[in-house]
């Protein structure tokens, strides 16, 4: 699964949700994925291009640029 996959769980999500709940989405949405296993991963590279942010005080990912 790719990070577009990822991003689109946390939009549809609000655009700020906890890993928690991104990857029990990715879970529900994806049965047959292992997504839910490299979400952190997921979020980690969308973050390092700009795209989220972590909120550590929070423990939430936020959408801070639309992704292309």
């Known amino acids: 699964m790719s990070q577009q996959d990822v991003f689109k769980i946390l ?4 655009g700020e949700a906890t890993t928690k709940q991104i990857r029990e989405m990715a879970k529900k ?3 047959y994925s ?3 296993s490299f979400v952190t991963n997921r979020l980690r590279k969308l973050e390092k291009r700009g795209y989220v942010k972590q909120d550590r005080t929070k423990k939430t990912w936020k959408i801070v640029k639309e992704l292309k």
């Open 29 to 31: 949405r994806y049965p």
């Open 11 to 14: 939009k549809d999500l609000g």
């Open 34 to 36: 292992t997504l839910y």
